[in-house]
């Protein structure tokens, strides 16, 4: 072997392989909304009733903090202590909505991001332009899994509806561009029309969900306590409310 060779070979440069691979990664966050800037009390002790009810489906959540209806929040002393208490909590803030007069400055003091504020209800000139939208998609791409969806895993349907034969633990995750079928118990987190498709719908064959969403309108497992469990579950958008009802 040359001395060439030798070196090449412990050389980890001469191989060419890039040390780091930039993904992107689909972010399930929970976003609060401060509605009571004047008594934060009130808010403290109702987060803490919240917390003790669905903790498991908090703890160490993604959050972001919606500041729009608590502009006074967004002065650096009292985000500081709001933010503070949130992780004392358990509660992982990263980001700040709304907060358009925070500087950067006490952003990055504070360890957060300015987060875009989500959409809004759309217009009848939004949903028109929409349709025609769907109508120049290419043909949809659906996606079907046969078997368990385990804790921690991530099934995402980018171009069309999933399937899911088999059960969904505590802990998954499912998100499609269109519709959401499980033929057994769901127990993780759904999410369906995840671009903005209000007539996407999630069927169920069992459901226990931690959360379930369409069109980024969602319901936790704490407001699904009264859905029957055993009985299929069909979860649709109408007047711009997520509805729940057994079939």
């Known amino acids: 072997m040359s001395d060439t060779t030798a070196r090449n070979r412990r050389d980890p440069a001469s191989a060419h392989i890039a040390p ?4 992107g990664r689909f972010l399930t966050a929970l976003a609060l909304r401060i509605d009571a800037e004047d008594d934060i009390d009130a808010l403290y002790e109702h987060l803490d009733v919240q917390l003790k009810q669905t903790p498991q489906f908090y703890d160490e959540a993604p959050m972001v903090l919606d500041l729009s209806n608590a502009p006074g929040t967004t002065e650096t ?3 500081r202590v709001l933010v503070a208490n949130m ?4 509660l992982r803030v990263f ?3 709304s907060g ?3 500087s950067q400055d006490a952003l990055q003091e504070l360890g957060l991001i300015e987060v875009t504020p989500g959409r809004d209800a759309p217009s009848p000139e939004d949903r028109r ?15 079907v899994i046969k078997g368990q969806v385990r804790s921690g895993q991530m099934v995402v ?3 069309g509806d999933l399937t ?3 059960s969904v633990a505590s802990g998954a995750e499912l998100v499609a561009k269109g519709s959401i079928h499980i033929y057994g118990r769901m127990r993780g987190r759904a999410m369906a029309g995840m671009h903005g498709d209000e007539t996407a719908r999630i069927f169920c064959q069992k459901l226990d969900a931690e959360l379930i969403a369409i069109a980024g309108l969602y319901q936790t497992s704490e407001t699904l306590a009264t859905v029957s469990k055993d009985g299929c579950a069909h979860i649709y958008l109408e007047d711009e409310q997520l509805r729940v009802e057994v079939i």
């Open 20 to 23: 780091f691979q930039i993904r």
């Open 77 to 79: 002393g009292r985000l």
């Open 87 to 90: 992780r004392r909590r358990n």
């Open 95 to 97: 980001g700040v909505q």
């Open 100 to 102: 358009g007069t925070v």
């Open 129 to 143: 332009a929409k349709r025609r939208s769907r109508l120049a998609e290419p043909e949809a791409e659906n996606k």
């Open 157 to 159: 349907a980018e171009h």
């Open 164 to 166: 899911i034969i088999g």
